[in-house]
């Protein structure tokens, strides 16, 4: 390639613009307090009743407790998010736009950390695993309820994340089991918070020959540095 073409390459790249949806709407929540939803098809990403903290862990794949930073009401104030892209984009794809649609209609800003704190690894009971690896690929779903949830075909580091979400704290696959499992796990939530969880982790050791132990662990933060509220359309 010579010098031209080089420096009008570099010049290409540098106004390149970032993947962006080709209509979106975001408008203030009238979704009942405490209920959010969320629903993607090939090109088409539909929030419901998203904090901005929500959006962007939606945006960057992260759980709550992985964002930090920010005005407070990025916890309080909830949105309703509608946007289509040109051609036929999914999952990852999506997610990159609505990163490019946050930073457009939120001003939003932000930077990456990492930082060691506490968290669960999960690992192997000494009794040993109590379920057995599926054959072939079945695909992953999972359901849940009050004390109850039901997985198929879920590898142990998403069983992992699943469990960050009910935790609200970082856990890590340590097992080194390899696989996919379909399971059905089922503790009380009777009491306070921590009789719940005290539930579900004598569960996960006599239904799974699974446990959760409390270590420090390194933790992938997004760390808001800007963001504004958006102008309703």
Known sequence: MDMRKFIFFLAACAFAQPP??????????????????????????VLTGKTLKGLICSAYDVKDFQVSGGPKWMDDDRYDV??????????RQLEVMLQTLL????????????????AYALVLAKSGLKIKPLEGNPGTNSKGGKGQLTVTGMPMPEFADLLAREL????????????????????????????????????LQSQLGLKLESRKLPVDLIVVDRAEKPSEN
Do not use: C, Y
């Open 103 to 118: 930073a457009d209609r939120f001003q939003l800003a932000i930077h990456r950390e990492q930082k060691v704190g506490p």
């Open 82 to 91: 509608n946007a289509k892209a040109e051609g036929a984009a999914n999952g």
């Open 20 to 45: 962006a949806f080709e209509a979106a709407t975001i408008k203030p929540s009238k979704s009942q307090p405490g209920r959010s939803a969320t629903h993607t098809r090939t090109g088409m990403i």
């Open 168 to 203: 609200k704290t970082p856990v890590v696959d340590f097992t080194s089991t390899p696989g996919a499992f379909d399971f059905k796990l089922e503790w009380s939530i009777e009491g306070d918070k921590d009789d719940a969880q005290s539930a579900l982790f004598a569960a």
